[in-house]
């Protein structure tokens, strides 16, 4: 069965659904999923593309009452909106997730960053959502920091936005099986259904 990659980078607001829900869909549909965190931003800016500009009222508006409604949807905890947004530390925030990933606590990770930032109010990659999220997983923290910010991962982060750019991602989040890719949080179900019809 071709694998499932789930291109995840947090700073994403409709990654909150994803990451509140993700578990749950993976033991209702009995799969593994291979996680690729990577930076959206660079994307975006790489497109001179801005989602949710402030000028644009009436869309951000949109977008928070959106996540809102889906999260009610979902039975996910209710996300007190807006939350902080942009991430000051996304890059940070993502370079952790290689860590995470790497040593086998990504979803964990994600499930509990997205609740401290979107529930919580402490944005993520923030050493107050870092100190939370670490103690929570057991993690010392520092250690963390350290790692994420080591050359080696610096590199995976490089190496796997453009992956994800190469690939034709240009959001978050995305799902792919094989070649095919499946943008935002409610098109996983589409792929889950592809990679088993394939």
């Known amino acids: 069965m071709t694998v499932l990659t789930a291109w995840i980078s947090i700073g994403s607001t409709y990654t909150y659904l994803t990451a509140?829900?993700?578990?749950?869909?993976?033991?209702?549909?009995?799969?593994?999923?291979?996680?690729?965190p990577f930076s959206v931003r660079q994307?975006?800016?790489?497109?001179?593309?801005?989602?949710?500009?402030?000028?644009?009222?009436?869309?951000?508006?949109?977008?928070w009452r959106d996540i809102e409604r889906r999260a009610q949807f979902y039975d996910i905890?209710?996300?007190?909106?807006?939350?902080?947004?942009?991430?000051?530390?996304?890059?940070?925030?993502?370079?952790?997730?290689?860590?995470?990933?790497q040593e086998g606590w990504y979803l964990d990770y994600l499930e509990h960053t997205y609740h401290?930032?979107?529930?919580?109010?402490?944005p993520a990659g923030d050493q107050s959502n870092l100190s939370t999220v670490c103690s929570e997983l057991g993690q010392d923290m520092d250690r963390v920091i350290a790692a994420s910010d080591s050359e080696t991962v610096q590199s995976t982060y490089h190496k796997?936005?453009?992956?994800?750019?190469?690939?034709?991602?240009?959001?978050?989040?995305?799902?792919?099986?094989?070649?095919?890719?499946?943008?935002?949080?409610?098109?996983?179900?589409?792929?889950?259904r592809w990679q088993k019809d394939h």
């Open 20 to 36: 509140a829900r993700l578990r749950r869909v993976i033991t209702q549909h009995d799969i593994d999923i291979t996680f690729k």
């Open 43 to 63: 994307i975006m800016k790489n497109m001179n593309n801005i989602p949710f500009p402030p000028e644009k009222k009436q869309k951000v508006a949109h977008m």
């Open 160 to 192: 796997t936005t453009e992956e994800a750019a190469a690939l034709g991602v240009f959001g978050a989040p995305s799902f792919s099986v094989g070649s095919e890719i499946f943008w935002g949080d409610d098109r996983l179900e589409d792929a889950i």
């Open 116 to 122: 401290e930032w979107f529930v919580k109010g402490l």
């Open 77 to 101: 905890p209710a996300p007190k909106v807006p939350a902080p947004y942009p991430l000051a530390a996304f890059d940070r925030a993502n370079r952790v997730g290689i860590v995470a990933n």
